[in-house]
């Protein structure tokens, strides 16, 4: 979009009141900025306008600046768009740090909605014939379907575990050395999942402190050796623990 957020509020003011008269439900997401910051650019100048009323959705991109600051907006916000353009990789995890690696995916997304606080995360294609990272699934128009490491990261988070209209709770990690990180959502039919990212090379114990459970709780692996491996947490009087290998994500599902 190369709109500033001043001449998007003049095209929001015509388009919000010509989609009433027309009795349409449609509603106006804006404004897909290439960055983060460059979209809060457009954000300030519609809500300078007083036109932050007239939006459904804030969207932006993450290219030109990833993620970072809350917007000052009460609207949700979705990340819309937002790839790798390095050769096709289908690795979890590479000593370069690949933007591409699945490992680097799964960060981005927990942090966009613990950091960023996201209501959405949207990759740029779901599959593709390509020759670089813009989709999650290469597929060249045979029977040939190969699945990157980035679906796996992106499932953790997905309709199975993180249903519609979930909302995030507050989760930390208590001590370690920072290269732990969680996420925490309660769903609405009562069922939880709380992604843990270890980043460090170390294999960690995790303890969930503050969840009283009693019932079985599943975990769920991702790594370089696993694609959303089941297995079931350790949970002994309600004290709910599992082995978090390293560079891997781990989700614990309870419900």
Not at 73 to 94: A, G, L, M, R
Not at 159 to 176: D, I, L, P, Y
Not at 213 to 236: F, I, M, P, S
Request: overall charge neutral.
């Amino acid at each position: 979009m190369q709109s500033d957020g001043r001449q998007a509020a003049d095209f929001i003011e015509v388009l919000y009141p010509t989609l009433k008269r027309a009795g349409l439900k449609t509603q106006i997401a804006c404004c897909d900025g290439s960055g983060w910051e460059q979209n809060r650019e457009r954000l300030t100048g519609i809500q300078a306008a007083g036109d932050e009323d007239k939006l459904g959705l804030v969207t932006a991109h993450g290219y030109s600046s990833k993620p970072g600051a809350p917007f000052n907006t009460s609207k949700h916000v979705w990340q819309t768009e937002w790839s790798s353009f390095d050769p096709i990789n289908y690795k979890w995890y590479t000593k370069e740090n690949y933007q591409s690696d699945g490992l680097t995916w799964a960060n981005y997304v927990q942090q966009g909605f613990s950091r960023s606080n996201m209501n959405g995360f949207l990759y740029w294609w779901g599959a593709a014939n390509t020759t670089d990272n813009q989709s999650l699934i290469f597929i060249n128009n045979t029977s040939e379907v190969k699945v990157t490491k980035r679906l796996w990261a992106f499932a953790h988070f997905g309709s199975r575990f993180v249903r519609e209209g979930a909302s995030r709770v507050s989760a930390s990690v208590a001590g370690g050395d920072g290269l732990l990180n969680v996420t925490a959502f309660a769903n609405t039919d009562g069922t939880r999942a709380v992604q843990v990212i270890n980043n460090g090379n170390n294999t960690e114990t995790v303890m969930l402190q503050g969840v009283q459970y009693y019932g079985k709780v599943t975990t769920v692996l991702t790594n370089e050796a696993n694609d959303l491996t089941y297995g079931v947490a350790r949970n002994q009087r309600g004290a709910v623990s599992a082995v978090v290998p390293g560079k891997s994500l781990l989700s614990f599902y309870l419900g």
